[in-house]
C-alpha cells in the first residue's frame, strides 16, 4: 500500500500533507477548485494541464477513500507511521513535566473520549498523550490481524518507543508511562502493561472489556465471504447511523448527549472505510485469558466502574481482582460505562491519587475495604 512520507508525525507536532495538496487545504476545498481549474483548463484548451490536474485528483480521491490524506482537526495533532498503517495522536506539554500518561480510548471512541483530561492532568504536571487506535478516530482504516488484542498491544508499546526517541524531551522520555484505558482500551492498557511492566508506574482500568461478546459462530458468520458485505452495509447504514449512534451513546452515558458530545463521536466515525474496519476488529476480537497471568509480575493497577454501566457488567472486575487481589476498585455513583466523560471532576482525581501513590509509596493496598483508609493516609 502506498503511504506518502509526510504522514509521519513530527517532534513538533506539525503536520504536513501530500506534497502537493498544502497543509491548510482540505480535501473538499482542493477538489472544488480542482473542478474550476479543469474548467478554465477545458476552456484554454490546455489538454496537458487538465490532464495531469485529473490524475492528480484521482489520487488524491484513493488518499482520501483509504485514509491516507487524512489531517489531524487539531492544533496539537500528528500522526506517527508505522510500516502499512498511520495512527492520530494528539500531545499536550505541561509547563514543567512531572510524569506522563497515555489515554487509550474504548469501542467507537477517539481522543475525543479524553477531552476533560488535559484539565486535571495538565495541572498536575502530566505530559498527556491520547491515541486512536487503528479504525477508529482520525487513525488508519484497517481490517486484519492488527486488530487481534495482542497486536493492537505491541502496535502500541511501538509507538510509545517512537514518542520516547524521537518525540519528547529526554528528561521526560526516561520516566516511566502511565497508562489509562476505557472499555476496549481498557483491555489494550492491560495486554500493554503485562508486555513490558517494567515500563509503567501504575494502570487504571476504567470498566475494561476482558470479555469478547462475539462468539464463535457469530464471527465465522460475519467473517463468510458471501455475507460480509451485508454486515459492512448494516454497521453502516444501522449501527452508525446518527439515530442509532445517539442512542448508543446516551446508553454509555445513562443521560441525553449535547450536540457538542454526538458530534465528537459522529465525524470521525463517518469517515470511509470505518464499518470495514469495525467488522474486521470483530472477527479478531477475542476475550483475556486472565488465568494465564496469575502471579506475573505486573505494575500497579486501578479499577474504575460506573455504579450503573450497562455495557461491560461490574463481574468482570470481579474477575480480574481474583486474580489481582491487590487491585482496588473505585466505583463512581450515578455514573455508567463512560464516568470519565460525565463524572470527570470524580473519575480524574481518584487516577492522579493512584499515580501520586503508586509513585510515592511502590505499592498499594491489598483490598478493596483499605483502599478509602490508605488515601486517607496519603492526604495526611
Known sequence: MLFPKSIAGKSSGALESIPFLPSTVRPSRFFSDSCR???????????????????????????????????????????WKREDLFLHYRIWYPPIPQGKVLFIHGLGGSTFSWRHAPDFFLQAGYLVVTVDLPGFGYSQRVVGTVHKPENRARLLLEFLRYLDEEVLPEAVAEKKWCLVGHSLGGSTA??????????????????????????????????????????????RNFFLAPSRLKKSLQVAYGRKVTTEEF???????????????????????????????????????LLIWGEKDRVVPRRQGKRFREIFPDTPLRIIQGAFHCPMETHPKDVYPVILEFFATSTEKGSLPETRESWSDFQEAHRR
Open 37 to 79: 481549474i479543469i474548467r478554465e483548463g477545458c476552456a484554454m484548451k490546455n489538454k496537458r494541464w487538465v490532464l495531469q490536474l485529473s490524475v492528480m485528483m484521482g489520487f488524491l480521491f484513493f488518499a482520501t477513500s483509504m485514509g491516507l490524506a487524512q489531517e489531524s482537526p487539531f492544533e496539537n495533532g500528528a500522526f
Open 190 to 235: 492491560f495486554l500493554v502493561a503485562m508486555e513490558e511492566p517494567e515500563r509503567f508506574q501504575g494502570v487504571a482500568l476504567i470498566a475494561p472489556a476482558l470479555r469478547n461478546p462475539a462468539g464463535r459462530f457469530f464471527k465465522i458468520l460475519t467473517s463468510f465471504p458471501p455475507t460480509r458485505k451485508c454486515w459492512i452495509a448494516l454497521i
Open 263 to 301: 458530534e465528537g463521536y459522529r465525524k470521525p466515525l463517518e469517515l470511509s472505510g470505518t464499518a470495514r474496519s469495525l467488522l474486521s476488529l470483530v472477527n479478531n476480537a477475542a476475550s483475556l485469558k486472565l488465568s494465564s497471568f496469575r502471579g506475573k509480575f505486573h505494575p500497579p493497577f
